[in-house]
C-alpha cells in the first residue's frame, strides 16, 4: 500500500469513525435513485413529444397529465418515493448539515448518466464544475471526520 493510498484511508477512517457507515451508504444509495430516477423522467418526458405553447395551454396540459402514467415517468416517480423513505432514515441517524450536502454528488451522478444513456453532450466547464462538487462533499465529510 502506498503512502497516498495510506492516508487516504485513515481519512477515510476519521471520516467514517464519526459517523456509521449505514448512513453513508444509504445517502449514496438515495444519490443514486434519485439520479436513475432523473434520468428516468428525463427519458419518459422526452417519449411525450412535443409540450410548446403553440399546442394550446389545455393540449399541453392533457399530455403531461398522460405522461404521468407512462412507464419511465412512473418509474422515476417510485425511485424518488423510495429515496424519500431511505432519506427519513438518514436524516435519524445523522445531522442535516451533514447528510444534506452529500447529495449534491447526485448532479455528478446525473451529468454522467446523461452522457452515457441519454447521449447528451458535457462541455469541458461542466466537469470542471463537477470536480468543485466533489471536493466540496470531500471537505464537508474531513470537516466532520476533524470534528471527532
Same mark, same amino acid.
Given at each position: 500500500?502506498?503512502?497516498?493510498?495510506?492516508?487516504?484511508?485513515? %481519512?477515510?477512517?476519521?471520516?467514517?469513525? @464519526?459517523?456509521? =457507515?449505514?448512513?453513508?451508504?444509504? *445517502?449514496?444509495? #438515495?444519490?443514486?435513485?434519485?439520479?436513475?430516477?432523473?434520468?428516468?423522467?428525463?427519458?419518459?418526458? $422526452?417519449?411525450?413529444?412535443?409540450?410548446?405553447?403553440?399546442?394550446?395551454?389545455?393540449? $399541453?396540459?392533457?399530455?403531461?397529465? @398522460?405522461?404521468? =402514467?407512462?412507464?419511465?415517468?412512473? &418509474?422515476?416517480?417510485?425511485? +424518488?418515493?423510495?429515496?424519500?423513505?431511505?432519506?427519513?432514515?438518514?436524516? #435519524?441517524?445523522?445531522?442535516?448539515? =451533514?447528510? +444534506?450536502?452529500?447529495?449534491?454528488? $447526485? +448532479?455528478? &451522478?446525473?451529468?454522467?448518466?446523461?452522457? *452515457? *444513456?441519454?447521449?447528451?453532450?458535457?462541455?469541458?466547464?461542466?466537469?470542471?464544475?463537477?470536480? =468543485?462538487?466533489? &471536493?466540496?462533499?470531500? %471537505?464537508?465529510?474531513?470537516? +466532520?471526520?476533524?470534528? @471527532?
Amino acid at each position: 500500500m502506498s503512502v497516498r493510498s495510506f492516508r487516504a484511508y485513515l %481519512l477515510w477512517r476519521r471520516i467514517v469513525g @464519526k459517523t456509521s =457507515f449505514v448512513p453513508i451508504a444509504l *445517502i449514496l444509495i #438515495n444519490v443514486v435513485l434519485g439520479s436513475v430516477g432523473q434520468i428516468s423522467l428525463r427519458y419518459g418526458a $422526452s417519449q411525450l413529444g412535443d409540450l410548446r405553447a403553440g399546442q394550446g395551454i389545455a393540449a $399541453s396540459v392533457l399530455c403531461a397529465f @398522460k405522461g404521468i =402514467f407512462t412507464p419511465y415517468v412512473l &418509474l422515476g416517480f417510485c425511485l +424518488y418515493a423510495i429515496s424519500a423513505v431511505l432519506w427519513v432514515l438518514v436524516l #435519524n441517524q445523522v445531522s442535516l448539515s =451533514f447528510a +444534506y450536502p452529500m447529495i449534491s454528488l $447526485s +448532479y455528478v &451522478l446525473v451529468v454522467l448518466l446523461s452522457a *452515457i *444513456i441519454l447521449g447528451e453532450s458535457v462541455p469541458l466547464v461542466t466537469i470542471g464544475g463537477l470536480i =468543485f462538487i466533489c &471536493l466540496g462533499v470531500s %471537505l464537508i465529510g474531513i470537516g +466532520y471526520g476533524a470534528g @471527532k
